[in-house]
């Protein structure tokens, strides 16, 4: 039985990688708003005439 610590050592090191994984809060991924121009939008609605 040679190499049995270190096999127990690698399996406890994966399972506390992965609770950290689990217990980290996920950053979700925020919407971001695209910028218009201004007046862009405004000069398609209320063409000055």
């Known amino acids: 039985m ?3 610590r270190d096999h127990l ?4 090191r994966k399972a506390e990688d992965l609770v950290r994984d689990l217990a980290a809060p996920r950053p979700e991924p925020v ?8 007046g862009e939008g405004r ?3 209320m063409p000055n005439r």
């Open 2 to 4: 040679a190499g049995w």
């Open 31 to 38: 919407p971001v708003p695209v910028p218009v121009r201004v």
């Open 43 to 45: 000069r398609t609605r």
């Open 9 to 12: 050592s690698d399996l406890l």
